[in-house]
């Protein structure tokens, strides 16, 4: 089953403009309600314990990302709800599928579970947890898509991996739809892009247009391999986004980096992530610098929604 992650709205900072913590919740199911109406297919949380370099100060606010997705799963309607991406390191797998699949059926059948090698050593570090090397991760990322697999479809989970296992684990009741589908985050060429292809349903890029296309010619490649037909993977790319009603507006509230975002009208905008669309991906994640803002919520789910076609 596909990631229905076509149009997601990834929100990784929660320091928002005149919203203390007694009020940040209702202003959160407002920017998730927003995107739901206005054409977004999903919304994401990070997984992460403190804020991360690049987004903002670490001591900056950070909500554990299974409690808010079930909390939202109450109190929206159709929009589906995932981790981009949950890092192995942090739970057993076990724990992770039966956390989203109680999200699941609490949305009613919306749950997506993001997961990947984590990658954030002064986090782990900070908190306690063991940051093994890179092909240990790989190892614990292949135990947790498989362990979830299984729990998501067997009456009773059974699978031997190389650091975690279950043995005649229930997992009930079982998802909604019978399966929750698995969005694998990273760009890897050897590893992450051939588990995707072994494994996912979803995969979330970096890049432009042009490493956009290598990477899925390497995709395509992995998918042969395992007899995989990349059309059933949902294919999507992280994307920085200011929108307004003109150039000048959207370029104004921008502070960052205008070569490493979408900045500008909603012409503009839509140009912008056509050409990636037109590369072969099949949609956007997208960040919201002023994604308190519920007008731009409303103006950038609608702008994308029409060319990727989620509206």
Same mark, same amino acid.
């Given at each position: 089953?596909?990631?229905?992650?076509?149009?997601?709205l +990834?929100?990784?900072?929660?320091?928002?403009?005149?919203?203390?913590?007694?009020a940040?919740? $209702?202003? /959160? @199911?407002?920017?998730?309600?927003?995107?739901?109406?206005?054409?977004?297919?999903?919304?994401?949380?990070?997984? +992460?314990?403190?804020?991360i370099?690049?987004?903002?100060p670490?001591?900056?606010?950070?909500?554990e990302?299974n *409690?808010?997705?079930?909390?939202?799963?109450?109190?929206?309607?159709?929009?589906?709800?995932?981790?981009? @991406?949950?890092?192995?390191?942090?739970r057993?797998?076990a724990?992770?599928?039966?956390?989203?699949?109680?999200?699941?059926?609490? !949305?009613?059948g919306?749950?997506?579970?993001?997961?990947?090698? =984590?990658?954030? $050593?002064?986090?782990?570090?900070a908190?306690?947890?063991?940051?093994? %090397?890179?092909?240990?991760?790989?190892?614990?990322l292949e135990?947790?898509?498989?362990?979830?697999?299984?729990?998501?479809?067997?009456?009773?989970?059974?699978?031997?991996?190389?650091? +975690? !296992? @279950?043995?005649?684990?229930?997992?009930?009741?079982?998802?909604?739809r019978?399966?929750? &589908?698995?969005?694998i985050?990273?760009?890897? $060429?050897?590893k992450t /892009?051939r588990?995707?292809?072994?494994y996912?349903?979803?995969?979330?890029?970096?890049?432009?247009?042009?490493?956009?296309? +290598?990477? /899925?010619?390497?995709?395509?490649?992995h998918?042969?391999? #395992?007899?995989?037909? %990349? *059309?059933?993977?949902?294919?999507?790319?992280?994307a920085?986004?200011?929108?307004? &009603?003109?150039?000048?507006?959207? !370029? =104004?509230?921008?502070?960052?980096? %205008?070569s490493?975002?979408? @900045?500008?009208? %909603?012409?503009?905008?839509?140009?912008? #992530?056509?050409?990636?669309l037109? =590369?072969?991906?099949?949609?956007?994640?997208?960040?919201? &610098?002023d994604?308190?803002?519920?007008?731009?919520?409303?103006?950038?789910?609608?702008?994308?929604?029409?060319?990727i076609?989620?509206?």
């Amino acid at each position: 089953m596909r990631a229905p992650f076509e149009l997601d709205l +990834h929100v990784p900072n929660f320091n928002w403009p005149d919203t203390p913590p007694e009020a940040f919740f $209702e202003r /959160l @199911v407002e920017i998730a309600r927003t995107a739901e109406a206005s054409g977004f297919s999903s919304i994401s949380m990070m997984d +992460h314990l403190h804020q991360i370099p690049g987004v903002g100060p670490e001591e900056n606010w950070m909500m554990e990302g299974n *409690a808010i997705l079930a909390a939202l799963a109450a109190r929206t309607s159709t929009i589906n709800l995932g981790l981009l @991406v949950g890092g192995v390191t942090y739970r057993n797998p076990a724990l992770m599928a039966k956390q989203t699949t109680t999200i699941d059926i609490i !949305s009613g059948g919306r749950a997506v579970l993001g997961l990947g090698a =984590a990658w954030f $050593e002064n986090e782990h570090q900070a908190y306690g947890f063991d940051f093994p %090397p890179l092909k240990v991760r790989f190892e614990l990322l292949e135990d947790a898509l498989n362990i979830a697999r299984a729990m998501f479809t067997q009456e009773r989970a059974t699978y031997e991996g190389t650091h +975690h !296992s @279950v043995r005649g684990a229930y997992n009930n009741p079982k998802p909604i739809r019978g399966d929750i &589908p698995i969005l694998i985050g990273g760009s890897g $060429e050897r590893k992450t /892009l051939r588990f995707v292809a072994k494994y996912g349903d979803g995969s979330n890029f970096f890049g432009d247009v042009e490493r956009v296309k +290598h990477l /899925l010619g390497v995709l395509e490649r992995h998918c042969e391999d #395992v007899g995989r037909d %990349p *059309a059933e993977i949902t294919k999507t790319r992280m994307a920085s986004v200011s929108i307004a &009603p003109t150039h000048e507006a959207a !370029s =104004a509230k921008f502070q960052g980096d %205008p070569s490493r975002a979408f @900045v500008g009208d %909603p012409d503009s905008i839509a140009d912008q #992530v056509q050409a990636y669309l037109d =590369a072969g991906l099949d949609g956007m994640t997208v960040t919201l &610098p002023d994604v308190h803002d519920l007008e731009t919520v409303a103006l950038a789910g609608e702008t994308l929604g029409a060319v990727i076609g989620t509206r």
